[in-house]
């Protein structure tokens, strides 16, 4: 079984990375230091242009900085397939200058760089060492893209090391990673390189899988190198299930991607691929014409692989017509093949020397070169046995590992929905709190709202009856007065007789008033600040009449605290009864005031000593009525005694 190789010597990895670095020195120039902006290849030409004018860049500003680093990390990564030398150093200079610097993305570039001049070269350990390297760095500077390459870099040298277990890895982690950039370029590149590795396991229909999936994406990628790429492996597809004229049609559209890209030596590989399976379809002439030229190229350029290909494949086209001529191409590609350690072309040389010495009548010399391909094809054999099994077993450790982290996450997004579902919980509850929080607030201050609205209504009836009753008597008097002293004339005398009386009107209205608007005001009022007031409410009203006042409260009394309600109204009761007084006994020369405890009652007794049935006249008035109003309105009690030695009012009200 035959496997065709890299264009110019160089891995197909390389040459995706073409296309990167022409965009990339188009954004140099356009503006300096832009190193992470990538596109599809240019024409050599155009190439060529790009290139001079990077090196008169990189020669006029020669300041050690990181803009400096870019622009020699693109001018190699340019060079790195026709001028690949002259690429190394470049990549060498930009690390060194990257270093002092730590300038993340400049090494990045360059350690990639490194990694595939490595591969390139088949120095797979040191490139296996820079990829590994470079990778870190992309992850640190959010690099996706170029940590897509490193994964499609890594992969390619094991690949090419045929450690096909090894190549899984960093080939599903680049596809994985291609997938979530959507970059159709991107993409591309990676399931090309999955289908070549799954080809080399021999999974040819996994391998058809990717390829049918990588077939949409080639017009959207706009990239000559991946299409070129695509049709390449579609081509060893075809080869390996031996559909020759299929897979030379794939090499022949592989040839025509890569010819605007690559120039002569880059070319070769598809050349070679493509005089191979003409040679199967039994076109030997032609296979012959260009066999010739392909081995003149490959041994003026020491291409080992090529030109033992090449070898193989003149003596291959020679062998039906001449066996002479197969012989010595066959012993040419062997000698080419064997010091080089590429066992598939030993074998396949072998293989040819057996059939040429066969049919040139020496069989003892065609038993031997049957055997050395024979133990060729069990080494090789026995080894792509053992690779293929542990690909096997790294892709089962992989499904394994993927199959954990699986659980994982599910247990993680278990966990997130568990604590999110306790989160709506504890919302739900805490907004229930608040909400119920918010209602009851709201009773509240309703009930609130309710009990001031319904205390001022009271406040403004008591005071619309305290106006009305007391006030508004008054001012009647005082207008009767006023029309009778206006209407009625009389001797001077009378006529002052009349305003004393409407003065003594005028002053009680506006005590009157002055006590209704101090019971306003007192809305906190204590029993001793009342009782002070009663006092001198006594001696203002009493001052003009011959009535004594006497006084007194009991300790009992003064050390109780009744509310605003009956301390207000006790004051009214209490002026109310020596209104009555100052009415109705003129004949009394004493009142006598007394406030004591009665149990858990506040007890007031106003008396006078007004002798005669005047006293008992007065059970009857509308004062008392009110004053009994008042003490029941507060919870307590009032009644009169009449006697013949005088009139009492006592009140108890809640103490």
């Known amino acids: 079984m035959h496997t065709t190789s890299t264009p110019s010597g160089v891995s197909l990895a390389g040459l995706r990375h073409c296309l990167a670095g022409f965009a990339l020195l188009l954004g140099l120039l356009a503006a300096a230091g832009a190193a992470r902006a990538q596109g599809p290849p240019l024409p050599l030409a155009r190439q060529r242009v790009l290139r001079d004018s990077l090196n008169r860049l990189l020669a006029r500003d020669l300041r050690p900085d990181t803009q400096r680093v870019s622009r020699l990390n693109t001018l190699a990564f340019a060079l790195r397939v026709n001028a690949a030398d002259t690429s190394l150093l470049l990549t060498r200079q930009a690390l060194r200058l990257a270093r002092p610097l730590r300038f993340e993305r400049g090494l990045l570039e360059a350690y990639f760089n ?117 049709f390449q492996v579609a081509g060893d597809l075809s080869r390996q299930q031996q559909q ?127 055997a050395l391909a024979g133990a060729y094809a069990d080494s090789i054999g026995g080894e792509d046995n053992r690779r293929r099994l542990a690909a096997v077993q790294a892709r089962a450790a992989r499904s394994r590992t993927q199959m954990e982290l699986n659980v994982v996450r599910q247990q993680q997004e278990l966990e997130r929905l568990q604590t999110q579902r306790q989160l709506v919980g504890i919302g739900t509850l805490v907004l229930g709190v608040v909400l119920g929080a918010g209602w009851l607030f709201w009773r509240y201050r309703r009930r609130q709202q309710l009990r001031q609205q319904a205390h001022d209504a009271a406040l403004r009836q008591r005071l619309a009856a305290d106006l009305h009753d007391d006030v508004g008597a008054l001012l009647t008097q005082i207008s009767l007065q006023s029309d009778l002293l206006r209407e009625t004339p009389a001797p001077p005398e009378a006529t002052l007789a009349r305003l004393n009386r409407l003065s003594d009107t005028s002053r009680r209205a506006a005590r009157q008033m002055a006590d209704v608007v101090w019971g306003l005001h007192q809305s906190s009022a204590e029993l001793p600040e009342v009782l002070a007031h009663m006092r001198d409410h006594a001696h203002e009203v009493l001052a003009a009449t011959p009535l004594a006042v006497d006084f007194a409260v009991s300790p009992a009394a003064a050390a109780l605290q009744p509310g605003v309600a009956v301390c207000q109204n006790l004051y009214l009761i209490y002026k109310e009864a020596l209104h009555n007084v100052v009415k109705h006994a003129q004949a009394a020369t004493r009142v006598t005031v007394r406030l004591s405890k009665e149990g858990s009652q506040l007890c007031l007794s106003v008396r006078d000593d007004a002798p005669g049935p005047a006293a008992t006249a007065r059970s009857g008035g509308h004062g008392l009525a009110n004053m009994r109003q008042r003490a029941e309105a507060v919870g307590g009690a009032l009644h009169f005694v009449a006697e013949a030695t005088g009139f009492s009012v006592v009140a108890c009200l809640p103490g």
């Not at 500077?141 to 899984?168: D, F, K, P, W």
């Not at 291609?178 to 090309?192: H, I, M, N």
């Open 114 to 230: 490194l990694s595939y001049y490595q591969r390139a070269h088949s120095q797979y350990d040191s490139a296996i060492y820079y990829a590994k390297q470079a990778l870190p760095l992309a992850a640190r500077t959010g690099n996706h893209y170029t940590q897509t390459r490193v994964y499609y870099n890594l992969a390619r040298i094991y690949q090419e090391q045929g450690n096909y277990a090894a190549a899984l890895g960093p080939s599903l982690d680049g596809l994985a990673l291609a997938r979530e950039l959507g970059s159709p370029r991107v993409l591309l590149f990676q399931l090309v390189l999955a289908a070549r590795i799954e080809l080399a396991l021999g999974e040819y229909a996994t391998a058809h899988a990717y390829v049918a999936e990588a077939r949409p994406l080639a017009p959207a990628a706009h990239d000559l190198i991946s299409t070129g790429y695509l």
């Open 244 to 370: 020759w004229r299929a897979a030379r049609d794939q090499y022949r559209q592989a040839l025509a991607a890569y010819t605007t890209v690559f120039n002569k030596l880059g070319l070769m590989d598809m050349q070679l691929s493509m005089a191979e399976m003409t040679e199967r379809l039994g076109e030997y002439a032609a296979a012959r014409r260009a066999g010739q030229e392909l081995l003149r190229q490959t041994h003026a350029v020491a291409r080992p692989e090529q030109e033992a290909r090449a070898g193989l494949l003149l003596a291959r086209a020679w062998l039906p017509a001449q066996a002479d001529s197969a012989r010595a191409y066959a012993a040419r590609a062997l000698a080419v093949a064997q010091p080089s350690h590429l066992r598939p072309q030993a074998r396949d040389a072998a293989q040819v020397l057996a059939q040429a010495h066969d049919r040139l009548g020496q069989g003892h010399v065609a038993y031997q070169y049957q």
